[in-house]
């Protein structure tokens, strides 16, 4: 019997590689494209490992750890994200989630990320500082974070105008 994967995003062409590619490594995959409908297909069949993207239409993917954990407490959840922050990835895995992984994952960084036990001690940590853009993208996340995804009350903590700070959240900065 295979396991029950859930894959919840709301990219049509991402689920349906992501999807195809799980089923041939011998899972069995259901795919929800929000909140409300990954709730509702884990209802029916309880997944084993799940893949949640953290922005979608509607609700957060971090509102649908809580509810995939009280049916199955021993899930693996993935946070899979194309907006990737230290806060979301603290917040993730303070909400119950196993790991939290940036887009663009293939099918074998998700799995390895699912099944790893613990953080990989033997990992290279880059020596050089962060840019001054990926600082202040940390920085903008985190209080985005504090106050709910408010982009109004997030300009107004942060002191400037919410059109300017909705131009910044559409930068992405290099990682580094």
């Known amino acids: 019997m295979s396991e029950q994967f859930l894959v919840v995003d709301d990219d049509p062409t991402f689920t349906r590689v992501l999807a195809r590619s799980l089923t041939r490594r011998g899972f069995n995959v259901s795919v929800a494209r929000n909140v409300e409908e990954a ?71 998700i799995l390895a990320a699912l099944n790893q036990q613990e953080a990989d001690a033997g990992q290279q940590i880059s020596s050089d500082p962060m840019s001054v853009n990926r600082l202040e993208w940390e920085h903008i996340q985190k209080v985005l974070t504090e106050h709910e995804g408010n982009i109004s009350a997030t300009a107004r903590a942060l002191g400037m105008h919410r059109r300017t700070l909705q131009r910044k959240l559409q930068k992405r900065p290099v990682r580094r």
């Open 39 to 109: 709730l509702i297909q884990a209802r029916e069949e309880t997944p084993a490992l799940a893949s949640v993207d953290l922005k979608m239409e509607g609700p957060s993917g971090l509102e649908l750890i809580a509810g995939l954990r009280e049916l199955n407490p021993e899930m693996k959840i993935l946070i899979l994200t194309g907006y990737a922050s230290i806060a979301t990835a603290v917040d993730a895995i303070k909400l119950g989630a196993t790991n939290y992984l940036p887009k663009p994952a293939d099918a074998d960084q």
